[in-house]
């Protein structure tokens, strides 16, 4: 069976600062993971998504996420913080199972931007 | 503008009423979700559909019942609603590339 753990329910940066929301996965076979964010009232939106290509994937408004598979971990960054960001993440990891994508989502971390 | 939309916005019931969610998508997507989202949980897959005429269970699908009688169109149905039904449901598809595009949601409140 495939999991998410995301590590942090709430986690405050400062404008500028340095963004790491993590995110470990476990999955019989090779994933694809995914980053949604959620903002307030909102349904979520892809951010971006590893699909065994490059390990180092890039998503929108200057985020990345480096897939290791030998730390089953697809962690969150952005090198600068922005206002814009504070809002809710999930990392959810995806297989075929039974013929249907059976997506399984983390529980979410909701970051905080500190002006 | 492509994508889904969820009517109604938001709704209050009182339990034991029947009640549908609806759900249009505009993008051709074969498969549909249904996902609920409580505080804690995450979201978790109610029920889903891979093509029309077809439907499955997901994760929560008790007290839920679906159809899928076009490509566009999944309502979800509250038979009987409780008040732990009370939550935020959001309807998504996917695309080829496995990629789930969600609506606004419906915040549901059953008293």
């Known amino acids: 069976a495939q999991s998410v753990t995301q590590l942090g329910s709430h986690v405050s940066v400062s404008e500028g600062a340095l963004v790491l929301l993590r995110c470990n996965y476990s999955?019989?076979?090779?994933?694809?993971l995914f980053w949604y964010v959620q903002y307030p009232n909102q349904g979520l939106q892809l951010l971006l998504k590893y699909t065994s290509a490059a390990t180092l994937v890039k998503g929108i408004n200057g985020f990345e996420a480096e897939f290791k598979k030998s730390e089953t971990s697809f962690h969150l960054t952005k090198p600068s913080a922005h206002m814009s960001d504070a809002a809710e993440y999930f990392c959810?990891?995806?297989?075929?199972?039974?013929?249907?994508?059976?997506?399984?989502f983390g529980t979410g971390t909701k970051l905080q931007v500190i002006p | 503008i492509a994508g889904i939309t969820q009517a109604p916005t938001s709704q209050i019931l009182a339990a034991g009423r029947r009640m549908t969610l609806r759900c249009t998508q505009d993008?051709?997507?074969?498969?549909m979700y249904w996902y609920r989202q409580d505080l804690g949980l995450g979201l978790r897959l109610i029920h889903y559909s891979n093509t029309a005429g077809t439907t499955g269970k997901g994760e929560v699908p008790d007290g839920y019942s679906v159809s899928r009688a076009n490509t566009d169109d999944f309502p979800l149905t509250l038979a009987s609603a409780v008040p732990s039904q009370t939550s935020v449901y959001f309807c998504?598809?996917?695309?080829?590339?496995?990629?789930?595009?969600f609506g606004p949601g419906t915040r549901l409140t059953v008293l």
């Open positions: 959810a990891v995806s297989d075929r199972a039974g013929g249907y994508q059976k997506v399984t």
């Open positions: 998504a598809s996917s695309d080829s590339t496995d990629t789930q595009y």
């Open positions: 999955s019989s076979v090779p994933p694809y």
């Open positions: 993008m051709r997507h074969n498969a």
